[in-house]
Nanobody, 121 residues
């Protein structure tokens, strides 16, 4: 079994910063990519940022220049540094890992439980 445990959400004023962390553990053979998605009330879940095992990154246009994704491959951990937060960034943020588990021959998506980010104006 694979678990993703997130931390770092909370309440921040507009213009402030937060750092989210997500650690993957369990029966992991290899991780292809990790990333962050978010879902605000009444909206669909959307990709915020992702990083591959090779270090390639991808960001939503709305967060480019403000958010930075990074990864500690040795610890199977991904981080999201969020600067200049805006009220529209408020959402539940979900960690995602696209990986191959032991005793599996395919890549599968795994999700964390989500962490709330609230931005006050």
């Amino acid at each position: 079994q694979v678990q993703l445990v997130e931390s770092g959400g909370g309440l921040v004023h507009a213009g402030g910063s937060l750092r989210l962390s997500c650690a993957a553990s369990g029966s992991i053979f290899s991780i292809y990519a990790m990333g962050w998605y978010r879902q605000a009330p009444g909206k669909q879940r959307e990709l915020v940022a992702a990083i591959t095992s090779g270090g390639s990154t991808n960001y939503a246009d709305s967060v480019k220049g403000r958010f930075t994704i990074s990864r500690d491959s040795a610890e199977n951990t991904v981080y999201l540094r969020m600067n200049s937060l805006k009220p529209e960034d408020a959402a539940v943020y979900y960690c995602n890992a696209y990986l191959e588990a032991h005793n599996s021959d395919r890549l599968t998506d795994f999700w964390g439980q989500g962490t709330q980010v609230t931005v006050s104006s």
